[in-house]
Every structure is written in C-alpha cells, then in structure tokens.
C-alpha cells in the first residue's frame, strides 16, 4: 500500500505527533538529513499559483539530497484534456513522490488512486494540510504545547478553517470556527474533526458570533476572504465579511499573550489590519519557515529512505 499524505484525518495522532517530532530534528539539524531523499525525483503540480508551497518544496527536496520538477498549468497536458489519472500513472514511472495543488479535491483522490508512489496534498479547494502542519509545529515551539489550547479561526469556512479543524481536532485542542452567515465551514468536515475531537479531548465550536468564538483564545487565525478560484466574488464578499477583520479590538477579545496566525498571502485591511500582522502577536513569517521544516518532514516519511 502506498502512503499518502492528503488530508490530517487520514493520519493517527501518534503518526502527527511523529512527524512533528522529525520536522522539529530537521529544523535543529539540517545537514544530519542531507541525504536523506538522495536521488529522489519530487514532481509538483500547480493548477493554481503558488509561494510558499512551491518554493519550501523546491528546497525541500533539494535539502535533503533530492530534486524536484515544477509542472504549472500550462506546462504539462492537463489543459488540453490528459486525466489526471493517466498524469499520475505516468509521472509514477518517472518520480519518486508527486505534489499537487489542484482545485477539486476529487482530482487529488483520483491522483492518487493511480499514483504508485506517494501524493501529497499541497492544497485543494477542501483541505489544506501541509500548511496545518506547519502551523501546529509554530503552536508548539511558542507554547509548548498543543493539547488544552484554544485556536479561533475567523473568516471564510474554507481549506484553511477545514485542515485546522482537522489539525487541531487530532491534538486535543478547542478550535472555534467564527464566520460570516453563509460562509460556514463544509458540514461533513465539522462532523469528521468532532469526531476527532471526542477522541482526544478535544472540541469543535461552530459560530457567528465573533466574541463567543474569540473570548479564551491562544491563538487567533485568519485567511483571505477570497480564495484562489473566487476572484470574481472578492467585491461581494468584503462586504459580507464586514466585522470579520481580525483587529486590535478583536485580538483584545482573545487571551493577553494570544498569537496572531495567518497561512499568507495576506491583504492588509481586509481580513486583519496592519496594526495585527505588523505587530508583535503576528508569528506570520514563522508559519511560512516552518512550511520548509514540516514538508521535510513528510518528503523524509513517504519518500525517504527506509532506515529513517
Ligand atoms: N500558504 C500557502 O500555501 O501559500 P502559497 O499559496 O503561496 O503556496
Ligand atoms: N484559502 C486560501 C489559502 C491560500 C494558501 C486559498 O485557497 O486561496
């Protein structure tokens, strides 16, 4: 069976715990792992555009002695109607591992079900979970802990508000969901993380009111009101998301020392003003390092090799 890594669901808490733990290593001692996916081949499908994803993955993968191979939207043949399945099967003969960013999260599902080496999820209109990765590794480092905190997403019921429930669900934390009416997190998604939840202590709370799911927490997370592929509703939803920004007024319904995190990109003045991001509970650029330590982290479980 091969191993994927596509949603945090899919793994067990001690399998998480796990990868947090070598990304933590990689992070202390990079050239211990220099070797670790030597003369591993890494394709990376972006259907949508990318910073962080790409470029962490990219030397990532040549961190640890591998290489990767950017595939953007024009360069392979997906435009022009190859499946993604026979995509997969082929890029299988070829590479090592295979990352994608792809809009439904039915085509990753697909992709890896002809893949023969492992997919990983680099975000899909549903899920987001190498960034959660990321992020629950940030947690840690500034707290210690992850188990007993409160993390308040506020915005859009998107990938982002998707994957930390999932994440966070796993750990034993409370993740509160606070959005805009009609913007609510995916149903099916909410049942999975509080079932999730029940088994480790956890809780999921689902709300529009900003107070009720801000008061008590240690972190308090935003996202873009738009994601990529919503370009055309942006207008409308500044104006749905009204009373949504993450602010001073709203970091100060939060606990005293309480974190500010966002996935980025970022748009000052709409989802959080300057005044947060800029300030000192942002651990913005944090998130975005520790993208490069936990993607490590997963290239070395799926594609490294077998005595690590
Ligand atoms: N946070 C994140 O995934 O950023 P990119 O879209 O730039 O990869
Ligand atoms: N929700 C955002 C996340 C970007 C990293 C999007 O999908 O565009």
Redesign the pocket.
Known sequence: MVRHFLSLADQSPEELRALLEIARQVKLNPPAFASACRGQTLAMIFQ?P?L??RVSFEAGIFQLGGQGVYLGPKDIQLHRGESLRDTGRVLSRYCDGLMARVYAHQDILDLAASSTVPVING?T?LL?PC?VLADLLTIQEKRGQLTGLKLAYVG?G???AHSLLYGGAQFGMTVSVVHPRGYAPNPEIVTNARQLAANSGGAVLITEDVEEGVVDADVVYT??W?????EAEHRERVQHFAGYQVNAALMAMARPKALFMH???AHRGEEVAAEVIDGPASVVYDQAENRLHAQKAILIRLLGRKHL
């Not at 738009?226 to 919503?230: I, K, R």
Request: glycine share 4%; proline share 5%; hydrophobic share 25%.
């Open positions: 949508k990318s962080r994803t975000l209109d987001h960034q859009d998107n990938n982002m996202d873009v738009a994601s990529m592929g919503q996935c980025l990109p």
